[in-house]
C-alpha cells in the first residue's frame, strides 16, 4: 500500500507535529499495513470480492477449493460443544451441514425431504408402528458405515436420558420401542395414535455409535464431529466456523470446496459484509431497514418463506378487562398487521393469519380468515367494539368499564430495535382505540418467564413450534396452561381456555389426514374469532447473492445444506 | 523512602476485605435480577415442558432453594478454584469460557489504554508548555468533540471511512477465517491487521481526559513558587519541565493510570459490539441477559481480583514516588 | 509564566466564555422545551418515506422509519436535556455529600464511606445499570435518570473526598473550629466554597457522561423505545445501517448535538473556574 513508502520515524522532536490523533492514526497505520502480507486472504479463498481478495503471489489460488461464505450471529456460548444432543453450548443450524436426520423439514413448502430415509416410511394398519427404510449408502465422515443400529442408538439415547428427549418423544402416548429390522430399516413402535410422528423426525439429528456410545451424551462436547452430512467439520476459531465439502457424500458431494460459517456479533455487520460482498448469505439475521440498498443490487436476493416461528400479541386472557372477548378483539382490531409488516420488517416477513397457524403449514392454513371483515385493521372498528360492549371513555380517553380501566403493561425484548420499533407503533394505535399501555422492556429470559407464569397483560413475542400443526395449534389447548403464578406446562403462555377447542385437537390428535384438516379448520376460525393472541406475522427469510455463486435452490432456504450442496461459482 | 510495615499490612488486609465483600456482592447481584434459566432453555427447545426444566434446574445445582446453602458451595467451589459450570456453555467450565475470552480483552484494551495515555500525555505536555497555542487549543478541541460523542459513534464511523470506504482495514472481527492455515508470523500479523480500528477507536474515545489532567496539573505546577524560583535561577525551560514539573504534575495521572489498567480487564462491550469482537465485556453482557449467574460471577469475581490488585499495587508504588504520600 | 499572564488577560475574556457557554446551554434548553411545540412533525411520526435525503421539506431528511430526523432531533433534545441537567444533579449531590462528609470526618465514617466506594467502583458501571434496569418498573426517562444519576457519583465522590482532606488541613478550618462553628457549619459554609472549582469540574464531565450513559444504554437496548434522544436516534442509525445508505443526515447531527451540548458546559465550566481564580488571585488548587 502506499502508506508504506512514508517515512517511517515519526519522529518526537519536531515542533510541528500534527494532531495528536492524526499522528495516533498514521501510527496504526503503519503498523496495520506493515502486516498487510499477512492480511491477503488465504489462497483458493476466491468467493466474491475481488477488491479485498488479492492473492499473495506466493501461493496461486487453486480454483477447485472455492469457499462459500456465509453470516450469522454466532456467540461464544454457542461453539462450546458440537454435539446434536444438548440444547445448548451449540450453535443449532451447524447440525444441518455436517448431520443428517432420517428427513429434513423444508420450511418453504412445508413439507418432509427425506435425508438418511431412504423412502417416506409406511404406517402400520393401527396406525401404531411406523417403519422407515435407511439409505445405506451413507457413511460417517471417520469412513464407518452408516447403519440402522445408529438411528435405534440415537433414540435410545432419548429415552435413557429425559433432560435430551426435549420434544418428549417417549412420553406415555407415543414412542414404546424403536428397534432395527435388519440392516436397513427402523421400525418405531407407538403407545398410541401420533401421527405427527415423521415431522419429529426431522428433529433428532442420527449420531454415530461408535463415536457417542464410549461418552456421556449428557456432557459430551463432540469437539470434532463426526456426522453423514454433506459438510466434514474442519476447525473453528473466533472469526468462523470451517466446513469442508464431503466428496462422498450419498446425496450428492457439494460443488463448493468449502463451507465457511462466519462469526458475527449483530446484524447491521452481517448485512454490511453482504452488501460488501465479503459474505454470500445469511440464515437469516439481517438488519431489516437495510434490505431495499441491499437489494438495488441485483445479484442480492431475497428469499422469503412462512417458517416456524410465529410473532404476536400475547394477551393474558386471565387478567381482568383481558377476560372480555370484547377487549381482546378491540386489540386485535386496532393492530395494523400489514403496516407492521411493511413498516417493521420492510415487507420480509409472512403475514400473519388470524388463526394463529403459520402459512408454511399450507393447505391446513385457513386463508378465508385474512378476507373476514370483521378482523380487518381500523380503529374505527375497535372503538365501536369497546362501546358496544358497555365501555366509556374516562377524561384521560382511556375505555372504562365497571370500574375496569383498559390500562395495561406492554412488555418486549430488550436490545432489539426492529422489535421496539413495531411496539411503538402497536402501542400507538391501541392508544387511538382508547386502550392505554406502559412499555416495559426486559431481557429475553424473563420476557419468557412471564409468559410461563402468567405475570404479564400483553407480550410482544415470537412463539416458535414444531414442524407439527397440532403441536402449533395446541398452543390453544387448556391442558398446556396453568393459572397466574404457576408455570404453563406448554405453549399456552396465553391461559386460553375453551372446551370446544379442547375437545377438536383431542379429537385431531388421533385422526385421519381429511378429518384432522377439517378440525384445524375449526380450531383456527374459533381462536380468530376469540382473539386469544393477536397473530402479527411470521418469518423465515433468506438474503443471499449471486455476484460470485449461483444455482441455488429455492424451493428450500437458499442457504440450507440442499441448496449450498448445489450452489456453483459463477 | 522505606515503606512502613505496618502500611503495607494494612493495604493487604484492606485488599482482602474488599475482595471478601465483592464475593459476597457478586454472589448476591445476578440472583437479584431474577428470571430462571432452566425455564427460559426449556421453553426455548422444549415447548417449555417442566419436567425438563426441572431436570435442567438439577443440573445446574438450582433445586437448591436455600441461598445460604447455594452461598457455601460456591464459597467451597472458589476454595478449590471452581468457578462453577455455566448454564449456557454448559458443560463448560466457567474458567474455561472466562479462559478463551481473556486474551483478546487483555490485549486490545490494555495496549488502547496504553496508547490513549502515552498520546494523551505527550500532547498534555506539550499543550501545558504553550497554553493557548494553536496545537494546544486545537488538540484539545479535538480531543473533547470525540470525547463527548458516544463511542459507538467513533467506532461506527471509523469502520464507514477506513473500512467499508477505504477498505484498508477489515469490518471486524479479531482474526480472518482462514487463520488457521496461515504460518504463525502471518497469524500475529493477521491480529494486529484487524486490531487497528478497534484499539484506535478506544484510545480516541479515552485520550481527552488524559490530555487534559496532564495539561492542567503541569499548567499549575509550572506556575507555583518553586518553578518561579527555578526559572530565576536560570534554570533551563527543559530541565524545569521535565526534572520537576513532570515529576509532580504526573501523580494524579498515575491514580488514573492505574484505575485504568484495573479496568482493563472489564473489557469494553459496545467495542466488541461495533466490531464484532470477541472479549469479556459482551460475554458478561450476554450472562446478564441469559441469567447465567456462575459466568456472571466468574466474569466480576476475575475484573474484581484484578482492580482489587492493581489498586494495591498503585497503593504500594505510591509512596515510593511521591513522597508526600502520609503513610499514617 | 504564560498561565499567569492567561489568568491576567483580563476578566473580559473569561466572561465571553462564561456567556457563550451560557448561550448554547440557553438554546438547548430552549430546543428542548420549545421546541417540541414548533417542531415540524408529530414525534415517532412514520408516515413519510424512508432514507429521503435533506429538503427544505425534511431539513434534514428522514431516516429507515419514514420518520422526519429534524423532528427527532428537537425531541431527543428534550429527554437527553433532562437525563443530562438531572442525573448530572443527581451524581453532583451524591457526590459532593459522600466526598464531603468523608473527607471531613476521620475514623470509621470515612473508612466505611469509602469502603462502599471502592466496592462499587469495582463493579463495570454498565452492569450494575443493566441489573438496576431490571429492578425498575418500568424504563421510562425517570428510571433512566434514576439508573445513571445514582451509580454515577463514585468516581466525584473520590476526586471531593481528596480535596476535602487537602482542605481541611488548612487553616481556615482551624479558625472556623475556634470560633465555635459546629462540623456542619464548617463543611458548609467553609470547605464547600473552596472546593467549588472541583465540583465545577467535575460537573462539566459528569453532565457529559450523563448524556453519554444514556446513549450506550439505548444502543444496547435498555431504555424505553417510545422515549426519543440524541442516544436512541444514534443507536438505530447503527442497528439499521444508516452507514450503507451513506445517510450522514442520521448519523452526524445528534453526534454533534451532543458534542455541542457538552461544549457549552465546559465552556461554562472553565469561564466560570477562571473567573474563580482570578478574584481568588492566583491561589489554585484543582486537579
Redesign the interface.
Known amino acids: 500500500m502506499n502508506m508504506r513508502s512514508r517515512p517511517t520515524p515519526l519522529s518526537r522532536k519536531k515542533r510541528l507535529l500534527p494532531l495528536g490523533i492524526a499522528a495516533l492514526l498514521s501510527v496504526a497505520l503503519l503498523a496495520g499495513c506493515g502486516n498487510n502480507a499477512g492480511n491477503s486472504p488465504a489462497a483458493g479463498n476466491s468467493a466474491g470480492n475481488a477488491d479485498t481478495g488479492t492473492a499473495s503471489p506466493d501461493n496461486p489460488p487453486k480454483t477447485e477449493n472455492v469457499s462459500y461464505r456465509l453470516g450469522d450471529i454466532i456467540n461464544p456460548e454457542q461453539v462450546n460443544n458440537f454435539n446434536p444432543f444438548l440444547k445448548t453450548g451449540n450453535y443449532r443450524p451447524l447440525f444441518d451441514y455436517v448431520y443428517d436426520a432420517l428427513f429434513y423439514f423444508n420450511p418453504v413448502k412445508g413439507e418432509l425431504i427425506d435425508r438418511l430415509a431412504a423412502d417416506d416410511g409406511a404406517w402400520s394398519a393401527d396406525g401404531k408402528t411406523f417403519t422407515v427404510k435407511l439409505n445405506t449408502a451413507a457413511k460417517w465422515h471417520d469412513g464407518q458405515p452408516f447403519t440402522a443400529d445408529d438411528v435405534v442408538y440415537t433414540f435410545q439415547t432419548l429415552k435413557d436420558h429425559p433432560v435430551l428427549d426435549s420434544y418428549q418423544l417417549w412420553s406415555d402416548t407415543r414412542l414404546s420401542k424403536v428397534t432395527a429390522v435388519g440392516a436397513d430399516t427402523v421400525a418405531f413402535a407407538l403407545n398410541g395414535a401420533f401421527p405427527s410422528l415423521p415431522n419429529y423426525l426431522s428433529t433428532v439429528y442420527i449420531v454415530p455409535k461408535h463415536v457417542f456410545e464410549k461418552e456421556n451424551p449428557e456432557t459430551f462436547l463432540n469437539k470434532t464431529p463426526v456426522g453423514t452430512g454433506a459438510f466434514t467439520f474442519k476447525s473453528i476459531n473466533e472469526s468462523a466456523i470451517l466446513l469442508a465439502a464431503n466428496a462422498d457424500y450419498f446425496l450428492g458431494a457439494p460443488k463448493i470446496g468449502e463451507l465457511v460459517l462466519q462469526r458475527f456479533k449483530d446484524s447491521p455487520a452481517i448485512t454490511l459484509s453482504l452488501q460488501k460482498g465479503e459474505i454470500q448469505g445469511t440464515t437469516g439475521a439481517l438488519a431489516m431497514p437495510s434490505l431495499p440498498k441491499l437489494l438495488e443490487n441485483k445479484d442480492n436476493k431475497l428469499q422469503q418463506f412462512p417458517g416456524l416461528s410465529t410473532y404476536a400479541v400475547i394477551i393474558n386472557n386471565d387478567k381482568p378487562g383481558l377476560k372480555d372477548p370484547a377487549v381482546r378483539k378491540a386489540i386485535q382490531q386496532a393492530v395494523n398487521r400489514q403496516e407492521i409488516v411493511d413498516k417493521g420488517e420492510m415487507g420480509a416477513a409472512t403475514l400473519g393469519n388470524p388463526g394463529f397457524l403459520s402459512q408454511g403449514f399450507g393447505s391446513l392454513v385457513d386463508a378465508d380468515l385474512e378476507k373476514d371483515p370483521s378482523l380487518q385493521f381500523s380503529i374505527e372498528q375497535a372503538n365501536k367494539t369497546l362501546t358496544d360492549a358497555g365501555y366509556e371513555k374516562n377524561g384521560k380517553g382511556v375505555y372504562e368499564k365497571d370500574g375496569v380501566k383498559l390500562s395495561f403493561v406492554y412488555y418486549m425484548a430488550a436490545n432489539a430495535p426492529a422489535q421496539n420499533k413495531e411496539g411503538t407503533m402497536i402501542t400507538g394505535w391501541l392508544k387511538e382505540a382508547g386502550i392505554e399501555t406502559s412499555i416495559k422492556l426486559v431481557t429475553w429470559p424473563e420476557l419468557t418467564s412471564l409468559a410461563m407464569a402468567g405475570n404479564y397483560d400483553l407480550i410482544q413475542n415470537g412463539i416458535t413450534v414444531p414442524p407439527d400443526p397440532q403441536a402449533a395449534l395446541e398452543v390453544f389447548h387448556s391442558k398446556m396452561t396453568a393459572p397466574i403464578g404457576q408455570n404453563t406446562p406448554g405453549l399456552n403462555w396465553e391461559r386460553f381456555k375453551d372446551a370446544q377447542v379442547d375437545q377438536w385437537l383431542d379429537q385431531a390428535a388421533s385422526a385421519d389426514a381429511v378429518r384432522r384438516a377439517e378440525l384445524y379448520k375449526k380450531v383456527q376460525d374459533r381462536v380468530a374469532e376469540l382473539a386469544p393472541i393477536v397473530t402479527l406475522y411470521s418469518t423465515g427469510k433468506t438474503p443471499y447473492s449471486e455476484t460470485a455463486f449461483t444455482n441455488y435452490d429455492t424451493s428450500v432456504p437458499a442457504t440450507s445444506v440442499i441448496s449450498l450442496a448445489k450452489v456453483t461459482k459463477k | 523512602m522505606k515503606i512502613q510495615l505496618s502500611y503495607v499490612i494494612r493495604r493487604v488486609a484492606f485488599a482482602i476485605a474488599t475482595l471478601f465483600a465483592a464475593i459476597v456482592m457478586n454472589f448476591l447481584l445476578p440472583r437479584l435480577i431474577g428470571g430462571d434459566p432452566a425455564e427460559m432453555i426449556a421453553s426455548q427447545t422444549a415447548l417449555g415442558s417442566p419436567d425438563v426444566a426441572n431436570a435442567l434446574r438439577k443440573q445446574f445445582g438450582l433445586d437448591d432453594p436455600s441461598l445460604v446453602h447455594q452461598f457455601g458451595s460456591y464459597i467451597a467451589q472458589l476454595l478449590h478454584g471452581n468457578l462453577g459450570i455455566s448454564y449456557f456453555n454448559y458443560p463448560v467450565p466457567v474458567k474455561d469460557v472466562l479462559w478463551n475470552a481473556l486474551p483478546w480483552t487483555l490485549g486490545i484494551v490494555l495496549i488502547a489504554t496504553l496508547l490513549s495515555y502515552a498520546a494523551g500525555w505527550f500532547i498534555g505536555i506539550k499543550g501545558a508548555l504553550k497554553p493557548g497555542s494553536w496545537f494546544d487549543h486545537s488538540a484539545l478541541g479535538v480531543s473533547f468533540f470525540i470525547n463527548s460523542v458516544p463511542y459507538f459513534w467513533v467506532g461506527i464511523m471509523l469502520i464507514l471511512i477506513f473500512a467499508y470506504k477505504l477498505d484498508w482495514f477489515p469490518m471486524g472481527q479479531a482474526i480472518p477465517v482462514e487463520y488457521d492455515s496461515l504460518d504463525s508470523l502471518h497469524k500475529l500479523g493477521s491480529i494486529a491487521y484487524h486490531a487497528v480500528l478497534p484499539i484506535a477507536s478506544l484510545a480516541l474515545a479515552s485520550i481527552a481526559t488524559h490530555i487534559l489532567v496532564l495539561r492542567n496539573n503541569l499548567i499549575r505546577v509550572l506556575s507555583e513558587d518553586y518553578m518561579v524560583l527555578a526559572r530565576a535561577k536560570g534554570l533551563s525551560a527543559r530541565r524545569r519541565v521535565f526534572h520537576y514539573g513532570i515529576r509532580n504534575a504526573f501523580l494524579p495521572s498515575f491514580t488514573g493510570f492505574m484505575l485504568s489498567l484495573g479496568h482493563v480487564v472489564g473489557g469494553a462491550i459496545t467495542m466488541e459490539i461495533v466490531f464484532s469482537y470477541p472479549g469479556i465485556g459482551m460475554l458478561t453482557y450476554n450472562a446478564i441477559l441469559n441469567h447465567d449467574y456462575p459466568l456472571i460471577q466468574g466474569a466480576f469475581l476475575v475484573i474484581a481480583v484484578s482492580i482489587i490488585a492493581v489498586n494495591l499495587l498503585a497503593d504500594l508504588i505510591y509512596p515510593l514516588i511521591d513522597p508526600r504520600v502520609n503513610l499514617n | 509564566?504564560?498561565?499567569?499572564s492567561?489568568s491576567a488577560a483580563g476578566a473580559s475574556g473569561h466572561n465571553a466564555k462564561q456567556l457563550a457557554g451560557l448561550a448554547i446551554l440557553a438554546f438547548f434548553a430552549a430546543a428542548a422545551f420549545i421546541g417540541p411545540r414548533l417542531a415540524p412533525y408529530p414525534k415517532?411520526d412514520?408516515d413519510f418515506e424512508?432514507?429521503l435525503k435533506p429538503s427544505m421539506k425534511h431539513l434534514l431528511g428522514t431516516d429507515?422509519?419514514?420518520q422526519d430526523v429534524f423532528a427527532q432531533l428537537i425531541y431527543g433534545t428534550h429527554t437527553s436535556f433532562l437525563v443530562g441537567i438531572l442525573a448530572g444533579a443527581i451524581t453532583t449531590v451524591i457526590g459532593v455529600l459522600v466526598g464531603l462528609t468523608a473527607g471531613f470526618y476521620r475514623k470509621w465514617v470515612s473508612d466505611a464511606l469509602m469502603?462502599v466506594v471502592?466496592?462499587l467502583?469495582?463493579?463495570?458501571v454498565?452492569?450494575l445499570m443493566?441489573?438496576l434496569a431490571?429492578?425498575l418498573?418500568?424504563?421510562?426517562l425517570t428510571s433512566i435518570i434514576l439508573v445513571i444519576g445514582l451509580l454515577s457519583w463514585l468516581y466525584m465522590a473520590r476526586s471531593i473526598r481528596s480535596q476535602t482532606l487537602s482542605e481541611r488541613q488548612r487553616g481556615y478550618v482551624e479558625a472556623a473550629r475556634v470560633v465555635g462553628m459546629s462540623n456542619a457549619e464548617i463543611m458548609i459554609k467553609e470547605i464547600l466554597p473552596n472546593l467549588f472549582p472541583i465540583i465545577a469540574a467535575n460537573l462539566v464531565?459528569v453532565t457529559?457522561q450523563a448524556?453519554?450513559a444514556e446513549?450506550?444504554l439505548s444502543?444496547?437496548?435498555?431504555?424505553?423505545?417510545?422515549s426519543v434522544s440524541w442516544?436512541t436516534i444514534?443507536?438505530?442509525a447503527?442497528?439499521?445501517?444508516a452507514?450503507?445508505?451513506d445517510a450522514w443526515w442520521w448519523?452526524v447531527p445528534p453526534?454533534l448535538a451532543?458534542?455541542l451540548?457538552?461544549?457549552g458546559f465546559?465552556l461554562l465550566g472553565n469561564g466560570t473556574l477562571e473567573r474563580y481564580r482570578a478574584k481568588r488571585g492566583?491561589q489554585?488548587?484543582?486537579?
Open positions: 509564566m504564560k498561565a499567569k492567561a415517532n412514520i424512508a432514507w429507515s422509519y419514514g469502603f471502592d466496592l467502583l469495582i463493579i463495570p454498565m452492569a443493566i441489573i431490571s429492578f418498573p418500568s424504563m421510562g464531565s457529559t448524556v453519554l446513549a450506550g444502543f444496547l437496548g435498555i431504555g424505553d423505545p417510545r442516544g444514534l443507536a438505530l447503527h442497528s439499521n445501517n452507514i450503507m445508505y448519523i453526534g451532543i458534542a451540548f457538552c461544549f465546559v492566583a489554585q488548587h484543582f486537579s
